[in-house]
């Protein structure tokens, strides 16, 4: 494969890429994404490099859920329908406080599906007309983000019928800085989970799909060919955020990677959420799933795609 054997011998050449374009992650959006050509991968041949190594020859698929608001429970419904009909497996992210309100939905999913700790506290509340974030880690002290990992801890616990397995701080990739991080993996450590999936693809682009750090395995986010550093999240690809209305780029972007990466046999964990909210019912997300499931591509719970951070 001539992406992972150039990573390998000349990894800075792959490290000045990903420097072009990290940066223009947040910002990007389905109008005007952080655009590379689909038939130049080069950015992500230190990635392939690392999957490689951890043993990984095709790409696999780690779908999660983060679900923010009361719109969630009931689109999960919907949602786990069509990957139950395609043997697509999920995990679940949902904030304490929403795990108590849609609890008799999220016991039944809970039966198949793994959950992480996603924090207790309400990550949305509803404003006017709309949902907006709440409880970014970023503004608090940090013994009150410490205390709002552990009481998420005790709450999945406690209605799930076990732990959780993994951690994911609310807004994926707010809460970045290395000593962010450093808070994050610690905890998790003491917590004994496997993993940890809070970082953006560019720290993929550098470390790898499943790198182990303070015993903990770090499962960033994945990108796209398309636009590499840019989560490829159902937010980012709604046309309208009031109503929820997904655009086609969101299948497009999802389409164009597998196909890209299947034809030049290159490794990859594709790690990529999405709000039920956002997705149910949607003809983007369900021709999108459809395609990764024709195409073969295996798919992982958390623990599992945790699991090949550990080889060796």
């Not at 655009?247 to 959420?273: C, G, H, R």
Request: proline share 7%; aromatic share 8%.
């Amino acid at each position: 494969m001539r992406g992972v054997r150039l990573a390998a011998t000349q990894p800075s050449q792959a490290v000045e890429r990903i420097k072009q374009l990290v940066g223009n992650a947040r910002a990007s959006t389905p109008e005007a994404p952080a655009a590379t050509p689909l038939n130049d991968l080069s950015i992500f041949e230190r990635y392939a490099s690392h999957a490689a190594s951890l043993g990984l020859s095709k790409p696999l698929l780690f779908l999660s859920f983060d679900c923010d608001t009361d719109l969630d429970p009931p689109a999960t419904v919907e949602v786990m329908k069509l990957l139950d009909s395609l043997e697509i497996k999920a995990t679940f992210a949902v904030p304490g406080v929403q795990l108590e309100r849609g609890i008799d939905i999220y016991r039944e999913v809970a039966q198949r599906c793994e959950f992480m700790n996603h924090g207790h506290l309400p990550h949305a509340e509803w404003r006017d007309d709309r949902y907006v974030g709440t409880t970014f880690y970023e503004n608090m002290p940090v013994s009150a983000v410490e205390a709002d990992i552990r009481k998420g801890h005790e709450t999945v616990t406690r209605l799930t019928g076990r732990p959780p397995q993994g951690f994911r701080a609310p807004h994926f990739g707010h809460f970045k800085l290395p000593d962010q991080l450093a808070l994050v993996h610690r905890l998790a450590h003491e917590l004994e989970y496997r993993y940890c999936s809070t970082t953006l693809p560019e720290y993929a682009l550098i470390h790898g799909p499943a790198s182990l750090v303070d015993q903990v395995v770090e499962l960033p986010a994945f990108g796209s060919v398309r636009a590499p550093t840019s989560i490829l999240d159902s937010w980012t690809h709604l046309s309208d955020r009031k109503d929820y209305d997904l655009a086609p780029t969101y299948a497009e972007f999802m389409i164009e990677t597998v196909d890209n990466l299947l034809t030049e046999k290159m490794p990859a964990l594709l790690t990529w959420y999405a709000d039920p909210a956002h997705v149910a019912g949607q003809e983007p997300f369900e021709r999108a799933m459809k395609h990764v499931a024709s195409r073969g591509i295996r798919s992982l719970s958390g623990s599992e795609a945790a699991a090949l951070g550990r080889v060796g």
